[in-house]
């Protein structure tokens, strides 16, 4: 209040030109309109437009008008809006703070051409921007506690470019209001562009929202499908054994074990449909320290009889000592997904190695099989969910690829036909 008294004295309240009087009821219906329909010009920031009419009211009306008009305005509008009146009161503040800033460096007078009014404007509007947002986020760092430079740095780096956009196009009327009245209006011409993009926002929103749904409606499923189906299978499993005991010789006997074989993988792909439903999940990694050597010794023994069943030999290698913060159920069932179809696409006598490593972007781990490699169409969409090959169920590399990349890494893979394929995961460093 003090420096818009300061302004008012030194400027005084007559207008240059009559028509000026005609910025107080545009600027009033400007910030209404504003306060209103709030539009956003990014995916994530929703920008008040009534800085543009509260800039060109304290560029272009007299200094003991400019700023009051500005400030009463976002009063009023923030009422309509039916916003507190502590809350009006503040944003009204400290519009006609930063308005008084304008009137007392940079208003624009009669005179055209004048460069160093051009740059005293451009200068006095980038004070109202600075000195806005330095205001503005003192009431949120009080109320929620944080850090005030830490919102300070957060709100500038979401609000800088629409700001510096609105101060542009103020600058611009009210500069061509005196220069060349005719064309003032022209930089309106990005407010019809803005309502486009925020209506092509919000219909990405909504996009997003929908997609959102379906995902977690697909988690949901997951999970609700493979505990409904644990109980009976386990059931099934277990009348399985005992007519296997029962059952001496003939057809009966290979009939239960091919029973036996398919519910054996019915169970590995409920333990996949979980596994891709917890990785899916937005709760926060259960993060330790671990060290990838032990990991992977780990994955081995678990998969030591499944290999020797298959005639495949399972091969380990430490190239250097690596730790890594992670959730390590979450990491080891990557592992062994890749491990699990690396034994499987293995002929009878081959070998599987996994490496453990340390480049300039962190820990890897590889995995290399010596199967028959990977389709080259196959390739694009390998990693998609239920992309199945002659066998598995196409959930495997799916989880290991969630997985990684919850963890901030990538996953990638080198195949070659008739030699094999190497899948190497890349962690971030801790």
Same mark, same amino acid.
């Given at each position: ?30 910030? =209404?309109?504003?306060?209103? !329909?709030?539009?956003?010009? &990014? ?5 008040? /437009? $009534? ?54 460096? &940079?208003?624009?007078?009669?005179? %055209? ?12 509007? =980038?004070? !109202? /921007? ?24 957060? *709100? ?9 956009? =609105? &101060?542009?196009?103020?600058? +611009? ?21 803005? !309502? ?10 909504? *996009?997003?929202?929908?997609? *959102? ?12 499908? +493979?505990?409904?189906?644990?109980? @009976? /299978? ?51 990694? #259960? ?5 990838? $050597? ?14 020797? %069943? ?5 091969? %380990? ?29 293995? @002929? #009878? ?13 962190? @820990? ?15 390739? @694009? ?6 992309? #199945? ?5 196409? =959930? ?18 080198? %195949? ?10 890349? /962690?971030?460093?801790?």
């Amino acid at each position: 209040m003090g420096l818009a008294v300061v302004a008012a004295v030194a400027g005084g309240f007559v207008a240059v030109q009559p028509w000026r009087w005609l910025v107080i009821p545009g600027s009033v219906v400007g910030v =209404l309109l504003a306060e209103r !329909y709030p539009v956003k010009i &990014g995916p994530e920031q929703k920008i008040n /437009l $009534a800085a543009l009419p509260c800039l060109v009211a304290a560029l272009l009306l007299p200094p003991g008008v400019g700023p009051a008009t500005a400030g009463v305005s976002v009063f009023a509008g923030n009422l309509v809006v039916r916003r507190t009146v502590p809350e009006a009161f503040f944003n009204g503040g400290n519009t006609l703070l930063c308005a008084s800033i304008v009137a007392l460096a &940079g208003p624009v007078g009669n005179d %055209t051409g004048d460069m160093w009014q051009d740059l005293r404007a451009t200068g006095a509007v =980038l004070l !109202y /921007l600075v000195v806005n947002i330095l205001v503005a986020v003192v009431p949120a760092a009080l109320h929620t506690g944080r850090p005030y430079l830490a919102l300070l740095r957060q *709100a500038a780096s979401a609000a800088w470019p629409a700001s510096l956009t =609105l &101060g542009a196009c103020g600058v +611009s009327i009210a500069l061509l209001a005196v220069e060349a009245p005719i064309a003032a209006p022209l930089p309106l011409i990005v407010l019809p562009m803005i !309502y486009r993009m925020n209506r092509a926002i919000a219909a990405q929103a909504k *996009a997003n929202e929908q997609i *959102a749904g379906v995902l977690a409606a697909q988690r949901r499923f997951l999970t609700d499908v +493979s505990h409904q189906v644990a109980t @009976p /299978l386990a059931t099934i499993m277990t009348n399985l054994s005992i007519l296997s005991r029962a059952a001496r010789k003939g057809a009966a006997v290979d009939a239960v074990a091919d029973s036996v074989a398919e519910a054996e993988r019915m169970k590995r792909m409920l333990g996949r449909l979980r596994s891709l439903a917890h990785a899916d999940e937005d709760v926060p990694l #259960r993060r330790e320290l671990v060290d990838l $050597a032990e990991l992977t010794a780990d994955v081995v023994r678990a998969y030591t009889a499944q290999a020797a %069943t298959s005639g495949v030999g399972l091969v %380990t290698e430490v190239g250097a000592d690596s730790r890594i913060s992670a959730d390590k159920d979450l990491l080891r069932e990557a592992v062994a997904n890749l491990v699990d179809n690396a034994v499987r696409v293995s @002929p #009878r006598g081959g070998e599987v190695r996994l490496r453990v490593d340390r480049s300039a972007g962190g @820990p890897s781990i590889a995995v290399a099989d010596s199967g028959p490699g990977i389709e080259e169409d196959r390739l @694009p969409r390998l990693f998609e969910r239920f992309q #199945r090959s002659d066998s598995g169920s196409g =959930l495997g590399l799916a989880i290991a690829r969630r997985v990684v990349e919850r963890h901030g890494g990538t996953i990638r893979v080198q %195949t070659e036909r008739g030699a094999g394929s190497t899948f190497t995961i890349e /962690l971030p460093a801790s």
